[in-house]
C-alpha cells in the first residue's frame, strides 16, 4: 500500500510518499523562511501564494524520487486542518484534483493526528501512548488510544509554548524563526542561573498548560536592563529554557500518573510537534520517562517540524482501515483531536 501526502497548513510546502512498511519513498519539503522572516513571522496570504506556486513541481519531484508514476500509489492524503485556511485549501483541492483525475481514494488528515501519529512511522509505537504535542499553536497531552481516538488531559489556557519560543526570541532580538535561535543563545549561556522567570502551573493538580506570564516575566527583565549585551540574552535564554523545561516536566508527570491509571499496558512517552526538535526539552522528556518506568519516543528532527511523510502515514493509517473521505469535504481552519473536551476560557478554539 502506498500514499502520496500533501502538507500545506503553514509555511512549509511538503509533499512525501510513504508505503504500509513503514518506508518513507519521498519526503520533500520547500520551506518559505526567507519569504516571512522580513515580517517577524508567518503572514498567511503570502504562505497561500507561495504553496499555490511551488506544490505541483514538489509533487512531481517526491513521485521522480519515489521512481513512481501517480497511477500507482493506492490513496492521495492531504492535511485538511487545522491551520492557516488559505493554504490548507491549496492542498486540499490539489489532492481532489489528483483523485478525480486518476479515480484514486481521498483522505483528510488531520494535521495534529499526523504530528501524532509519526511515532508509529519511525518506531512502531503501539496503542496505546501517552502524547505531548507542542506544534505551533497547539501545546496538549493525550491520550492515543487508536487512530483517531484521542482523549485529552492537558491544554493551554492561554498561549503555547511554540508561541512563547517566538515571542521570547523576538523580545530578545533573536529574529525569525524563533525556537532553533533562542536554543542557540542558551547554549552560549554563561550564568544560565542569572534570572530567576517562574515555571507556569507548577504544582497545580490538573495537566494543563499556561504560558503567557512567562512571557511577561522575561519582558519585565528585558525593560529593565534595557540595552541589551550578548550576556544578557544568552543568560536570559537559557533561564527561559530552563522555566518552559520545568513546567512541561511538571505538567508531563501528572499526565503519566493519569495515563498509567486508565492504560496499565501503556509504555510509551511520545513527544511530537516542532517544539519537539529542542534537545534540551527532549532530554529532560527523556529522563522523565524513563523515571516513570516508560519509553520515550521522539522523532528525528527532521519529521518534528511540518512535514508530509506524517501527513501521508497518518493518511495510510487511515486508509487501511476503510476511512476515506468524499470530495465535498471542506477545509477545517480549526480541528481538535479530541471534540469531546471541553474548550479552555482563554485558549479560544485551538484548544
Same mark, same amino acid.
Given at each position: ?31 518559505? $523562511? +526567507? @519569504?516571512? #522572516?522580513?515580517?517577524? %513571522?508567518? =503572514?498567511?496570504?503570502? *504562505? !497561500? ?13 517526491? $513521485? +521522480? @524520487?519515489? #521512481?513512481?508514476?501517480? %497511477?500507482? =500509489?493506492?490513496?492521495? *492524503? !492531504? ?28 483522505? !483528510? ?243
Amino acid at each position: 500500500m502506498i500514499v502520496l501526502g500533501i502538507e500545506t497548513s503553514c509555511d512549509e510546502t511538503a509533499c512525501a510518499i510513504v508505503d504500509d512498511a513503514r518506508g518513507i519513498r519521498a519526503n520533500v519539503v520547500l520551506s518559505q $523562511l +526567507d @519569504e516571512h #522572516r522580513p515580517y517577524g %513571522g508567518v =503572514v498567511p496570504e503570502v *504562505a !497561500a501564494r507561495a504553496h499555490l506556486h511551488y506544490l505541483d513541481g514538489l509533487i512531481r519531484q517526491a $513521485l +521522480d @524520487e519515489a #521512481r513512481l508514476e501517480l %497511477g500507482q =500509489v493506492d490513496a492521495i *492524503a !492531504a492535511t485538511g486542518g487545522p491551520g492557516l485556511i488559505g493554504g490548507v485549501i491549496v492542498g486540499v483541492m490539489t489532492a481532489k484534483a489528483m483523485a478525480a483525475a486518476r479515480g484514486l481514494p481521498f483522505v !483528510a488528515v488531520n494535521h495534529l493526528e499526523g504530528h501524532a501519529l509519526t511515532a508509529r512511522l519511525t518506531d512502531d509505537v503501539p496503542f496505546p501512548y501517552l502524547l505531548l504535542l507542542v506544534s505551533g499553536g497547539h501545546c496538549q497531552l493525550l491520550e492515543v488510544e487508536g487512530v483517531g481516538q484521542y482523549r485529552r488531559l492537558g491544554t493551554t489556557i492561554d498561549d503555547a509554548v511554540g508561541e512563547a519560543f517566538d515571542k521570547t526570541a523576538k523580545l530578545l532580538g533573536l529574529g525569525y524563526p524563533g525556537g532553533p535561535l533562542l536554543e542557540k543563545a542558551a547554549a552560549r549561556a554563561t550564568n544560565p542561573g542569572r534570572f530567576e522567570l517562574p515555571a507556569p502551573m507548577k504544582g497545580r493538580p490538573d495537566c494543563d498548560f499556561s504560558f503567557s506570564g512567562l512571557k511577561t516575566a522575561v519582558r519585565r527583565h528585558v525593560e529593565q536592563l534595557g540595552t541589551l549585551t550578548e550576556a544578557d540574552v544568552a543568560d536570559l535564554a537559557a533561564a527561559f529554557h530552563h522555566a518552559v523545561g520545568q513546567s512541561l516536566l511538571d505538567r508531563c508527570d501528572r499526565a503519566i500518573k493519569a495515563f498509567k491509571d486508565r492504560h496499565p499496558d501503556g509504555r510509551h512517552l511520545v513527544v511530537a510537534g516542532g517544539v519537539a526538535a529542542n534537545k534540551y526539552l527532549r532530554d529532560q522528556l527523556s529522563k522523565l520517562a524513563t523515571k516513570r518506568g516508560l519509553t520515550f519516543t521522539a522523532p528525528p528532527l527532521s519529521l518534528c517540524t511540518d512535514n508530509a511523510a506524517m501527513i501521508a502515514w497518518a493518511g495510510l493509517e487511515r486508509f487501511r482501515l476503510g476511512q476515506t473521505d468524499g470530495l465535498d469535504f471542506a477545509p477545517r481552519p480549526r480541528w481538535p483531536l479530541d471534540p469531546a473536551a471541553k474548550p479552555m476560557k482563554f485558549a479560544g478554539a485551538k484548544a
